[in-house]
């Protein structure tokens, strides 16, 4: 069952800079509510031990004190403390997390997404308010979410009611910045300096530009795959570009450290690439895949 | 390659006094200099402008999903801490409850229909059939001496505070309901209503009919004209997000819903007002010994109070931005 959500929204700023957010999934979000209902559970459970373990203790102490009246007094309004402290943790539990934490609750900072303004921006306290005091709709019939469920199956950005009226989207939080920035800058520099990826033309014929960025792209990211599927990949790469390069196509197939000259091979292809001087980029448009990954 | 590295350096440099910066709370971008914010500024513009060509020349996903975040975070602190005031901003928070209510007679209208007119409906049905009384009411009610100047005990003083914070507690849950039912496109509000007044009209049409008015009446003045006006406001609010999705108009459900999104909830939080004041009054008030004619007068000034505030207060700014049709 594919439902029809995006899985990711572009928000425009008002200078023209369009923001990616990946959206939230069904699955991320329940198991954040999951452990939200787990631990608004233990937050109830230990107002009540603490309340009626000091609560005791007080009674005890008025009643050695032989005031019979204010003891009782004070279990009375300890128990309308009691009611009304749940009545908020019931309501207010999202709320206030939301809130005080710009759009994050415990379970789904465990869970690593979190609650934005349609906007971009953190959300506050009235969007908490909104999007939690409705949730008793979208947990129709309690405590299935079935029309919350439904509500965001269908919608495109995977909101519930609540989200919509408040004007609220869930995204995936990354938390570490990815480590390879090296790379991604040279790529900037070039191209803010008028040498973006161009077609390689060599002696014994033309290396694409797609080709160039797949290069970059399996170099970025190849060591992240299993060695079998870089060793695949690397060979699908580089295979072609071996009689241009003068390399032995056939002797190289059979040689046992294939993988790791194909990746010389890529690197020195990159390096050509990038120290080439900007010149009339030819057969841009080549239909290619676009990515392997 | 030295640009590179300068580029790099660049990006993090800025990722990294952003991160500083949002942490030092909503004021820190005030405490900056002038040179210091037109760097972060100038920075933030060669980030995004990176960023642009990143995604139209088909960099790396990681390059682009790297910049994206740094301007993320740097979009929300150099735009996060603007506060846009929006039209309605102007009226201070007193007067925004009133002014909601206002907006939207209409649904004012017709939660108090579906309130009242269920209530009135089956208080006649009862005195024309008293045997829709076993039908009717609950078990508990049938024999129900409500307190009175004769009654005077039925809920003990000691009992108070937690009888008022259990009638607190279970009003506000009621009035969020009608307030969040109204996603149902209203369906859920309106039946909520609906056996509220049944309820209510039952109860009455009952203790009318054993001769027992005058001592529910009594018990139900102090508090119940803040009780049920709440309620039938609640139910307002639950209508006017039903509206959006009955009525969007030119725009999208999802639009509607967040366009009067925030009158809903201001009147949703000025009804929770209204219920906590109501509460306290029914938990104290209500079974005291005043007598008779106290209690009406204590209906009439509470009712007059929330005429006088909900059709005066905040009326001389300009309109709410969600009011124009």
Same mark, same amino acid.
């Given at each position: 069952?594919?439902?029809?959500?995006?899985?990711?929204?572009?928000?425009?700023?008002?200078?023209?800079?369009?923001?990616?957010?990946?959206?939230?999934?069904?699955?991320?979000?329940?198991?954040?509510?999951?452990?939200?209902?787990?631990?608004?559970?233990?937050?109830?459970?230990?107002?009540?031990?603490?309340?009626?373990?000091?609560?005791?203790?007080?009674?005890?102490?008025?009643?050695?004190?032989?005031?019979?009246?204010?003891?009782?007094?004070?279990?009375?309004?300890?128990?309308?403390?009691?009611?009304?402290?749940?009545?908020?943790?019931?309501?207010?539990?999202?709320?206030?997390?939301?809130?005080?934490?710009?759009?994050?609750?415990?379970?789904?900072?465990?869970?690593?997404?979190?609650?934005?303004?349609?906007?971009?921006?953190?959300?506050?306290?009235?969007?908490?308010?909104?999007?939690?005091?409705?949730?008793?709709?979208?947990?129709?019939?309690?405590?299935?979410?079935?029309?919350?469920?439904?509500?965001?199956?269908?919608?495109?950005?995977?909101?519930?009611?609540?989200?919509?009226?408040?004007?609220?989207?869930?995204?995936?939080?990354?938390?570490?910045?990815?480590?390879?920035?090296?790379?991604?800058?040279?790529?900037?520099?070039?191209?803010?300096?008028?040498?973006?990826?161009?077609?390689?033309?060599?002696?014994?014929?033309?290396?694409?530009?797609?080709?160039?960025?797949?290069?970059?792209?399996?170099?970025?990211?190849?060591?992240?795959?299993?060695?079998?599927?870089?060793?695949?990949?690397?060979?699908?790469?580089?295979?072609?570009?071996?009689?241009?390069?003068?390399?032995?196509?056939?002797?190289?197939?059979?040689?046992?450290?294939?993988?790791?000259?194909?990746?010389?091979?890529?690197?020195?292809?990159?390096?050509?690439?990038?120290?080439?001087?900007?010149?009339?980029?030819?057969?841009?448009?080549?239909?290619?895949?676009?990515?392997?990954? | 390659?030295?640009?590179?590295?300068?580029?790099?350096?660049?990006?993090?440099?800025?990722?990294?006094?952003?991160?500083?910066?949002?942490?030092?709370?909503?004021?820190?971008?005030?405490?900056?200099?002038?040179?210091?914010?037109?760097?972060?500024?100038?920075?933030?513009?060669?980030?995004?402008?990176?960023?642009?060509?990143?995604?139209?020349?088909?960099?790396?996903?990681?390059?682009?999903?790297?910049?994206?975040?740094?301007?993320?975070?740097?979009?929300?602190?150099?735009?996060?801490?603007?506060?846009?005031?929006?039209?309605?901003?102007?009226?201070?928070?007193?007067?925004?409850?009133?002014?909601?209510?206002?907006?939207?007679?209409?649904?004012?209208?017709?939660?108090?229909?579906?309130?009242?007119?269920?209530?009135?409906?089956?208080?006649?049905?009862?005195?024309?059939?008293?045997?829709?009384?076993?039908?009717?009411?609950?078990?508990?009610?049938?024999?129900?001496?409500?307190?009175?100047?004769?009654?005077?005990?039925?809920?003990?003083? /000691?009992? +108070?505070?937690?009888?008022?914070? *259990?009638? #607190?507690?279970?009003?506000?849950? !009621?009035? @969020?309901?009608?307030? =969040? $039912?109204?996603?149902?496109?209203?369906?859920?509000?309106?039946?909520?209503?609906?056996?509220?007044?049944?309820?209510?009209?039952?109860?009455?049409?009952?203790?009318?009919?054993?001769?027992?008015?005058?001592?529910?009446?009594?018990?139900?003045?102090?508090?119940?004209?803040?009780?049920?006006?709440?309620?039938?406001?609640?139910?307002?609010?639950?209508?006017?997000?039903?509206?959006?999705?009955?009525?969007?108009?030119?725009?999208?459900?999802?639009?509607? /819903?967040? +366009?009067?999104?925030?009158?809903? *909830?201001? #009147?949703?939080?000025?009804?929770? !007002?209204? @219920?906590?004041?109501? =509460? $306290?009054?029914?938990?104290?008030?209500?079974?005291?010994?005043?007598?008779?004619?106290?209690?009406?007068?204590?209906?009439?000034?509470?009712?007059?109070?929330?005429?006088?505030?909900?059709?005066?207060?905040?009326?001389?700014?300009?309109?709410?931005?969600?009011?124009?049709?």
């Amino acid at each position: 069952m594919k439902s029809n959500m995006d899985e990711s929204v572009f928000i425009s700023t008002p200078d023209h800079v369009s923001l990616e957010f990946e959206l939230a999934g069904p699955g991320s979000r329940f198991s954040a509510y999951v452990i939200d209902f787990i631990f608004n559970v233990l937050l109830i459970v230990v107002i009540f031990l603490v309340v009626f373990l000091t609560g005791g203790l007080f009674t005890l102490r008025s009643l050695v004190t032989s005031s019979q009246g204010s003891s009782s007094w004070s279990a009375s309004w300890i128990l309308a403390f009691l009611v009304l402290v749940i009545f908020l943790i019931n309501w207010g539990y999202y709320i206030f997390f939301e809130g005080l934490w710009q759009g994050s609750t415990p379970g789904k900072k465990r869970v690593g997404i979190r609650v934005i303004r349609q906007d971009g921006l953190p959300i506050g306290w009235r969007e908490a308010a909104l999007r939690n005091l409705v949730r008793a709709a979208d947990m129709l019939p309690p405590p299935c979410y079935l029309l919350g469920g439904l509500v965001m199956y269908f919608d495109p950005l995977g909101r519930r009611l609540g989200d919509m009226v408040a004007g609220t989207y869930v995204v995936v939080e990354k938390f570490a910045l990815a480590e390879q920035g090296a790379s991604g800058a040279a790529w900037a520099t070039r191209v803010e300096q008028g040498r973006s990826r161009q077609a390689l033309t060599l002696a014994r014929g033309m290396i694409s530009a797609q080709q160039i960025g797949l290069i970059e792209q399996f170099l970025a990211r190849g060591r992240e795959l299993s060695q079998e599927r870089r060793a695949l990949l690397v060979w699908q790469i580089a295979e072609p570009l071996l009689s241009m390069l003068g390399e032995d196509r056939d002797s190289l197939a059979r040689s046992a450290d294939r993988t790791e000259r194909c990746e010389q091979i890529l690197l020195q292809v990159l390096d050509l690439a990038q120290s080439r001087e900007p010149h009339v980029a030819v057969a841009r448009k080549t239909p290619q895949p676009s990515s392997l990954f | 390659m030295q640009d590179a590295e300068e580029k790099l350096d660049q990006w993090m440099r800025f990722y990294r006094s952003v991160q500083v910066l949002l942490r030092a709370g909503p004021r820190a971008l005030r405490r900056l200099s002038a040179a210091e914010l037109t760097r972060l500024i100038d920075d933030y513009q060669g980030l995004t402008a990176d960023l642009a060509r990143a995604r139209s020349f088909g960099a790396a996903r990681q390059t682009v999903d790297q910049l994206n975040r740094i301007a993320v975070a740097g979009h929300n602190l150099l735009y996060g801490q603007i506060r846009l005031r929006e039209a309605g901003a102007t009226t201070r928070w007193f007067g925004r409850f009133a002014r909601a209510v206002r907006a939207h007679v209409w649904a004012v209208a017709l939660s108090a229909t579906m309130l009242f007119g269920s209530a009135v409906v089956s208080f006649v049905a009862i005195q024309l059939d008293p045997h829709l009384g076993y039908d009717l009411l609950d078990e508990s009610f049938l024999d129900f001496d409500p307190a009175s100047k004769e009654n005077l005990h039925n809920i003990p003083s /000691l009992a +108070r505070p937690v009888i008022s914070s *259990l009638i #607190i507690s279970n009003n506000i849950q !009621v009035t @969020l309901l009608a307030f =969040g $039912f109204g996603l149902t496109a209203g369906l859920g509000t309106s039946l909520l209503l609906i056996f509220n007044g049944i309820h209510l009209g039952s109860v009455a049409g009952w203790m009318t009919l054993h001769g027992k008015q005058r001592a529910l009446w009594g018990w139900i003045m102090p508090h119940g004209g803040t009780e049920l006006l709440a309620i039938c406001l609640a139910g307002a609010a639950g209508y006017l997000l039903a509206s959006a999705i009955i009525a969007p108009g030119q725009v999208r459900r999802s639009t509607a /819903l967040k +366009r009067v999104g925030t009158d809903a *909830l201001t #009147i949703e939080l000025g009804c929770m !007002v209204m @219920l906590v004041i109501a =509460g $306290f009054i029914e938990g104290f008030v209500s079974p005291s010994q005043i007598d008779y004619a106290s209690r009406i007068g204590v209906l009439v000034m509470s009712l007059a109070l929330w005429a006088i505030y909900l059709l005066s207060a905040g009326r001389d700014r300009t309109p709410l931005v969600s009011s124009d049709p």
